[in-house]
Protein backbone atom coordinates (compact mmCIF):
# COMPACT_ATOMS: atom_id res chain seq x y z
CA UNK A 1 0.00 0.00 0.00
CA UNK A 2 1.36 3.10 -0.87
CA UNK A 3 -0.27 5.88 1.44
CA UNK A 4 -0.25 3.36 4.65
CA UNK A 5 -1.98 5.23 7.21
CA UNK A 6 -2.25 3.77 10.72
CA UNK A 7 -4.89 5.71 12.64
CA UNK A 8 -4.65 5.31 16.51
CA UNK A 9 -7.32 6.51 18.59
CA UNK A 10 -8.03 6.84 21.53
CA UNK A 11 -8.88 8.65 25.45
CA UNK A 12 -6.23 11.12 27.57
CA UNK A 13 -3.32 8.80 28.91
CA UNK A 14 -4.56 5.18 26.80
CA UNK A 15 -1.20 4.86 26.04
CA UNK A 16 -2.06 5.97 22.03
CA UNK A 17 0.79 8.37 21.99
CA UNK A 18 3.63 5.52 22.68
CA UNK A 19 1.96 2.93 20.89
CA UNK A 20 1.89 5.75 17.70
CA UNK A 21 6.09 6.40 18.24
CA UNK A 22 6.93 2.55 18.46
CA UNK A 23 4.89 2.07 15.30
CA UNK A 24 6.13 4.85 13.71
CA UNK A 25 9.70 3.57 14.19
CA UNK A 26 8.90 0.30 13.60
CA UNK A 27 7.98 1.05 10.01
CA UNK A 28 9.67 4.04 9.36
CA UNK A 29 6.98 6.41 9.15
CA UNK A 30 6.60 10.05 10.45
CA UNK A 31 3.91 10.47 13.16
CA UNK A 32 1.60 13.64 14.27
CA UNK A 33 0.26 13.74 17.61
CA UNK A 34 -3.02 15.86 16.85
CA UNK A 35 -3.86 16.74 20.80
CA UNK A 36 -0.81 18.77 20.24
CA UNK A 37 -2.84 20.98 17.94
CA UNK A 38 -5.65 21.35 19.68
CA UNK A 39 -3.20 21.79 22.92
CA UNK A 40 -1.12 24.74 20.93
CA UNK A 41 -5.04 26.64 20.11
CA UNK A 42 -5.73 26.14 24.37
CA UNK A 43 -1.93 27.62 24.88
CA UNK A 44 -2.40 30.47 22.14
CA UNK A 45 -6.24 31.31 23.79
CA UNK A 46 -4.52 31.54 27.28
CA UNK A 47 -2.11 33.54 26.66
CA UNK A 48 -4.13 35.91 24.78
CA UNK A 49 -6.59 35.78 27.98
CA UNK A 50 -9.09 34.46 25.60
CA UNK A 51 -12.50 32.82 26.79
CA UNK A 52 -11.94 29.45 26.30
CA UNK A 53 -16.00 29.21 24.83
CA UNK A 54 -15.47 31.99 22.36
CA UNK A 55 -15.35 29.94 19.15
CA UNK A 56 -14.23 32.83 16.99
CA UNK A 57 -11.38 33.64 18.97
CA UNK A 58 -10.62 30.15 19.04
CA UNK A 59 -10.93 29.58 14.86
CA UNK A 60 -8.65 32.50 15.08
CA UNK A 61 -5.74 30.94 17.07
CA UNK A 62 -6.14 27.67 15.18
CA UNK A 63 -5.86 29.96 11.49
CA UNK A 64 -2.41 31.39 12.87
CA UNK A 65 -1.00 28.50 14.54
CA UNK A 66 2.67 27.85 13.63
CA UNK A 67 3.89 24.03 13.70
CA UNK A 68 7.08 25.73 16.29
CA UNK A 69 4.18 25.88 18.99
CA UNK A 70 3.72 22.32 18.76
CA UNK A 71 7.66 21.75 20.19
CA UNK A 72 6.78 24.00 23.29
CA UNK A 73 6.72 22.45 26.31
CA UNK A 74 3.64 24.94 27.44
CA UNK A 75 1.36 22.59 25.10
CA UNK A 76 2.38 19.16 27.55
CA UNK A 77 0.89 20.75 30.84
CA UNK A 78 -2.25 19.59 32.81
CA UNK A 79 -3.73 23.28 32.16
CA UNK A 80 -3.10 22.95 28.40
CA UNK A 81 -4.83 19.64 28.35
CA UNK A 82 -7.98 20.82 29.61
CA UNK A 83 -7.70 24.19 27.69
CA UNK A 84 -7.29 21.30 24.28
CA UNK A 85 -10.38 19.39 25.01
CA UNK A 86 -12.71 22.80 25.81
CA UNK A 87 -11.34 24.31 22.24
CA UNK A 88 -11.67 21.29 20.57
CA UNK A 89 -15.67 21.10 20.83
CA UNK A 90 -15.46 24.43 18.07
CA UNK A 91 -16.53 22.93 15.06
CA UNK A 92 -14.42 25.79 13.15
CA UNK A 93 -11.60 25.24 15.33
CA UNK A 94 -11.51 21.24 14.13
CA UNK A 95 -12.18 22.52 10.95
CA UNK A 96 -9.54 24.53 10.92
CA UNK A 97 -7.08 22.14 11.54
CA UNK A 98 -8.03 19.64 9.61
CA UNK A 99 -6.04 20.24 6.08
CA UNK A 100 -2.89 20.10 8.31
CA UNK A 101 -3.66 16.94 9.18
CA UNK A 102 -5.37 15.56 5.91
CA UNK A 103 -2.06 16.81 4.76
CA UNK A 104 0.21 15.00 6.89
CA UNK A 105 -1.84 11.63 6.22
CA UNK A 106 -1.18 11.44 2.79
CA UNK A 107 2.17 12.09 2.60
CA UNK A 108 4.02 9.19 0.53
CA UNK A 109 4.89 6.60 2.19
CA UNK A 110 2.09 6.83 4.70
CA UNK A 111 1.97 8.11 8.24
CA UNK A 112 1.20 7.39 11.65
CA UNK A 113 -1.62 10.14 13.31
CA UNK A 114 -2.87 9.57 16.80
CA UNK A 115 -5.88 11.50 18.48
CA UNK A 116 -9.38 11.05 18.98
CA UNK A 117 -11.14 11.21 15.39
CA UNK A 118 -8.48 10.11 13.18
CA UNK A 119 -10.43 6.60 12.31
CA UNK A 120 -13.75 8.30 11.73
CA UNK A 121 -12.87 12.03 10.35
CA UNK A 122 -9.12 12.79 9.39
CA UNK A 123 -8.15 9.47 7.70
CA UNK A 124 -11.33 7.34 7.35
CA UNK A 125 -9.87 5.08 4.36
CA UNK A 126 -7.13 4.05 6.69
CA UNK A 127 -5.75 0.33 6.18
CA UNK A 128 -4.71 0.07 9.66
CA UNK A 129 -7.05 1.47 12.89
CA UNK A 130 -6.15 1.10 16.50
CA UNK A 131 -8.75 2.63 19.27
CA UNK A 132 -6.44 2.19 22.19
CA UNK A 133 -8.09 2.48 26.00
CA UNK A 134 -7.42 1.68 29.54
CA UNK A 135 -8.83 1.80 32.66
CA UNK A 136 -9.51 5.59 34.12
CA UNK A 137 -7.57 4.61 37.35
CA UNK A 138 -4.55 3.11 35.09
CA UNK A 139 -4.69 5.85 32.99
CA UNK A 140 -4.58 8.71 35.71
CA UNK A 141 -1.52 6.96 37.10
CA UNK A 142 0.10 7.52 34.15
CA UNK A 143 -0.72 11.00 33.55
CA UNK A 144 0.28 11.80 36.90
CA UNK A 145 3.63 10.28 36.79
CA UNK A 146 4.16 12.15 33.14
CA UNK A 147 3.06 15.35 34.88
CA UNK A 148 4.88 14.68 37.96
CA UNK A 149 8.32 13.59 35.98
CA UNK A 150 7.94 17.15 33.68
CA UNK A 151 7.71 18.99 37.50
CA UNK A 152 4.07 19.55 37.94
CA UNK A 153 2.94 19.89 41.44
CA UNK A 154 -0.68 17.84 40.95
CA UNK A 155 -2.89 14.69 43.38
CA UNK A 156 -3.66 11.60 41.34
CA UNK A 157 -7.69 12.11 42.62
CA UNK A 158 -7.09 15.42 40.42
CA UNK A 159 -5.40 13.73 37.69
CA UNK A 160 -8.39 10.94 37.96
CA UNK A 161 -10.87 13.85 37.85
CA UNK A 162 -9.64 15.32 34.93
CA UNK A 163 -9.72 12.58 32.97
CA UNK A 164 -13.23 11.50 33.78
CA UNK A 165 -14.19 15.28 33.04
CA UNK A 166 -12.03 14.90 29.48
CA UNK A 167 -13.88 11.49 28.82
CA UNK A 168 -17.11 13.17 29.28
CA UNK A 169 -16.33 16.24 26.83
CA UNK A 170 -14.42 14.74 24.38
CA UNK A 171 -16.91 11.71 23.85
CA UNK A 172 -20.23 13.62 23.97
CA UNK A 173 -19.52 16.80 21.93
CA UNK A 174 -21.36 16.93 18.98
CA UNK A 175 -18.41 17.65 16.94
CA UNK A 176 -16.04 14.50 15.66
CA UNK A 177 -16.61 12.91 19.01
CA UNK A 178 -13.86 10.62 20.46
CA UNK A 179 -15.55 7.02 19.61
CA UNK A 180 -14.20 3.83 17.56
CA UNK A 181 -14.25 3.94 14.23
CA UNK A 182 -16.74 0.85 12.84
CA UNK A 183 -13.53 -0.81 11.27
CA UNK A 184 -11.35 -0.24 14.49
CA UNK A 185 -9.45 -2.70 16.45
CA UNK A 186 -9.86 -2.10 20.13
CA UNK A 187 -7.00 -2.43 22.11
CA UNK A 188 -6.98 -2.56 26.07
CA UNK A 189 -3.69 -1.50 27.78
CA UNK A 190 -4.95 -1.38 31.19
CA UNK A 191 -2.74 -4.53 31.67
CA UNK A 192 -0.18 -4.51 29.87
CA UNK A 193 3.50 -2.74 29.89
CA UNK A 194 4.66 -0.55 27.19
CA UNK A 195 6.80 -3.00 25.19
CA UNK A 196 3.10 -5.20 25.66
CA UNK A 197 0.65 -2.99 24.15
CA UNK A 198 3.30 -2.19 21.45
CA UNK A 199 4.00 -5.75 20.32
CA UNK A 200 -0.02 -6.07 20.88
CA UNK A 201 -0.45 -2.94 18.27
CA UNK A 202 2.10 -4.46 16.09
CA UNK A 203 0.38 -7.39 15.42
CA UNK A 204 -3.12 -5.60 14.93
CA UNK A 205 -1.00 -3.24 12.14
CA UNK A 206 0.88 -6.44 10.43
CA UNK A 207 -2.68 -8.41 10.29
CA UNK A 208 -4.26 -5.07 8.49
CA UNK A 209 -0.79 -5.30 6.01
O1 LIG B 1 -4.35 13.56 23.08
P1 LIG B 1 -4.36 14.74 24.00
O2 LIG B 1 -4.77 14.39 25.38
O3 LIG B 1 -3.09 15.51 23.93
O4 LIG B 1 -5.48 15.72 23.40
C1 LIG B 1 -5.87 16.88 24.07
C2 LIG B 1 -7.32 17.18 23.72
O5 LIG B 1 -7.40 17.57 22.35
C3 LIG B 1 -8.29 16.02 23.85
O6 LIG B 1 -8.84 15.91 25.15
C4 LIG B 1 -9.36 16.33 22.81
O7 LIG B 1 -10.36 17.17 23.34
C5 LIG B 1 -8.61 17.11 21.76
N1 LIG B 1 -8.33 16.30 20.58
C6 LIG B 1 -9.33 16.15 19.64
N2 LIG B 1 -9.09 15.47 18.49
C7 LIG B 1 -7.89 14.93 18.25
C8 LIG B 1 -6.86 15.02 19.22
C9 LIG B 1 -7.12 15.71 20.38
O8 LIG B 1 -10.43 16.64 19.84
N3 LIG B 1 -7.68 14.29 17.09
New binding site residues.
Given amino acids: NPNFVIAV?G???SG??TIATRLGAAYGLPVL???????AV?VLMQRASEDLDDHEAAAAAAAILTSDLLDDPA?RTRA???A??????HPRV?GA?MDF?RTFASQEGGAV??????GT??APDAPAKLYVTASPEVRAERRWKQLTAQGERVELADVLEDIHR?DA??GG?DA?P?RPAADAVLLDTSEMTIDQAADAARRIVEAAR
Fill in positions: DPAAKGDTGLLYRGCAGEASRVAIRLQLDGRDIVIRRDRAM
